[in-house]
């Protein structure tokens, strides 16, 4: 079975750090490009970074560019994203979505999400 697990999430007052994992199962993680997406109450989704499928190339927006740092380890299955300096705008539910690297077969899986609250 696919799966991709997020965990780590929790709450933190502004300033304070949280790490987030996303560990993946059933499918080939080391050829998957993968991302942090995170989803607000009332809002869209936004993208918070990319790392490639063998975490060469990573990419950030810049809402969270300097404070999160995303990384990988295919060895172990897993993504993680290390958030620093954390702020209210922070809170959300972060997803991580895995797609394939390799363009012809088109696949795409989201985890459940982990909920980071943001408060004092």
């Known amino acids: 079975e696919v799966q991709l697990v997020e965990s780590g999430g929790g709450m933190v007052q502004p300033g304070g750090s949280l790490t987030l994992s996303c560990a993946a199962f059933g499918f080939n993680f080391s050829t998957y490009d993968m991302s942090w997406v995170r989803q607000a109450p009332g809002k869209g989704p936004e993208w918070v970074s990319h790392?490639?499928?063998?975490?060469?190339?990573?990419y950030y927006a810049d809402s969270v560019k300097g404070r999160f740092t995303i990384s990988r380890d295919n060895a172990k299955n897993t993504m993680y994203l290390q958030m620093n300096s954390l702020t209210p705008e922070d809170t959300a539910v972060y997803y991580c979505?895995?797609?394939?690297?390799?363009?012809?077969?088109?696949?795409?899986?989201w985890g459940q999400g982990t909920q980071v609250t943001v408060s004092s």
């Open positions: 790392i490639n499928y063998a975490g060469a190339n990573t």
């Open positions: 979505n895995a797609k394939t690297s390799i363009s012809v077969e088109g696949r795409e899986y």
